[in-house]
């Protein structure tokens, strides 16, 4: 805690803490929640509330039921902590944050797992620190980001010194309260079932089936060779875009803005080769889609990491992609991509990296033998007319090829159910 108050004065940043949040998916058990609530009436019974907003995100609807039960969401709110819905909530970047105006620097602290810039709050000048729900809420009372709890105290109101002891919270509650039941059991016959979405909704759309492998080897234009970090953040932008979850070809409009191009370093700028310019990410993709020409992807080490977020393995391939292809994956986006009907691709030697430029076609050759464990060749016809061969790796299994032909998991489900 001492190196981390220096390192804020040396890096200047903010000090004085704007939020705190505490809670989604990770470090939300009743425990974690238990030990929180301790903490804050340890400063309670001092005379001490929050002295910043303190958000509070349930993990789930059986933790909310159970710590409204047992009182913990009174102690939290009692000390002007505001306590969300159960859902992934500003750990997505479901936050609808007005109290500091885009682009100002202002230091958050979290017990979320991820603190990729903008990731909360969109706001890129937001610094976000990752740690413990106990020192998050401890930050909550105390403001600072110098705060030391194990050597620091706090004045009390009545002029008094303060110090948090370690915290105490039950391991499970004497029984959980399962909460509101939400399931509605479909009809046992479905058949005259219809789901009705009206086409002018622009937050909803019904998915049409992508199309099947044609049975060729692919030849494809490189959309965008992306330049080191690339997370699901990168490739299907949190915050004000997940109203569009339900619509896949608006949500599209976010497909890889944030990933930094290469060619040129920049963001949102990749070349389009039917004019010449450069364009918008999305916009050069639905250019080539229009013109009926396929594109890849080409990538640093482990592309994809991040939340699994389905929409960056879905816009690529509603957008036209057929691969992706980058030093290494991470393993839950590379399945991802699988269930879509999208080839990821690893280079065998991960410096091949450079052998393919922005402006450069590429050739996916074997496809008509692919089988697991199998190379497979990708042929760079490079902008000079030269071709060079490179040998590529995949994880597909079985199965995963037969989603690869089918043209998408859900498509061989549902030849499967027709075969049935
Ligand atoms: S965004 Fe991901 S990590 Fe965050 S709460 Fe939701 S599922 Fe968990």
């Keep these: 805690m001492a190196e981390f108050a220096a390192a804020v ?20 058990s009743y425990q974690d929640m238990d030990r929180c609530a301790d903490l804050v009436k340890q400063a309670k019974e001092a005379g001490l509330k929050c002295t910043v907003p303190f958000l509070v995100t ?3 609807e059986q933790i909310r039921a159970t710590i409204a039960r047992d009182g913990q969401i009174d102690t939290f709110e009692a000390a002007g902590a505001t306590v969300l819905a159960n859902a992934c909530g500003p750990c997505i970047g479901q936050w609808d944050r007005q109290d500091v105006p885009m682009g100002t620097p202002n230091s958050i602290v979290t017990s979320y ?96 089936p992508f199309n099947k492998w044609d049975g060729k080897d692919i030849r494809a234009r490189v959309l965008i060779k992306a330049k080191g970090k690339c997370t699901t953040d990168h490739i299907s932008m949190a915050g004000p875009w997940l109203k569009y979850r339900g619509h896949l070809d608006n949500i599209s409009n976010n497909m890889l803005i944030g990933a930094v191009n290469a060619e040129n370093e920049k963001v949102n700028s990749v070349f389009n080769a039917l004019d010449g310019s450069y364009g918008a990410v999305p916009d050069v993709a639905r250019a080539y889609k229009a013109k009926g020409i396929k594109w890849v992807v080409v990538g640093d080490e482990n592309y994809g990491e991040g939340s699994s977020r389905e929409h960056a393995a879905l816009e690529p391939r509603h957008l036209g992609g057929v691969a992706i292809i980058v030093k290494s994956f991470a393993r839950i986006h590379e399945t991802n991509l699988k269930k879509q009907g999208m080839l990821p691709l690893t280079f065998t030697n991960p410096a091949d990296y450079d052998q393919i430029g922005s402006r450069d076609e590429v050739e996916i050759v074997g496809l008509s033998s692919f089988a697991p464990g199998k190379q497979l060749t990708l ?40 075969r049935s």
């Design 9 to 28: 004065k040396k890096n200047k940043w903010p000090e004085k803490i704007s939020a705190t949040l505490i809670g989604s998916c990770t470090n939300s």
């Design 58 to 60: 349930p993990g789930s």
């Design 113 to 208: 797992n991820r603190n990729f810039s903008k990731r909360n709050d969109g706001n890129p000048a937001t610094h976000c620190f990752v740690t413990s729900p106990e020192l998050t809420t401890m930050m909550a009372i105390a403001g600072s980001l110098s705060f030391n709890p194990m050597t620091d105290s706090l004045k009390t109101p009545s002029g008094g010194e303060f110090r948090f002891k370690p915290p105490f919270g039950n391991e499970l509650p004497k029984s959980f309260d399962a909460g509101e039941n939400t399931f509605q059991a479909p009809p046992k016959d479905g058949s005259s079932v219809q789901v009705v979405v009206s086409p002018t909704s622009d937050r909803l759309q019904l998915l049409s």
């Design 379 to 418: 042929r760079v016809h490079k902008a000079d007319g030269k071709t060079v061969d490179l040998k590529v790796n995949h994880t597909f299994n079985e199965g995963q090829i037969a989603w690869f032909k089918a043209g998408s998991a859900l498509n061989g489900m549902a030849e499967g159910a027709k």
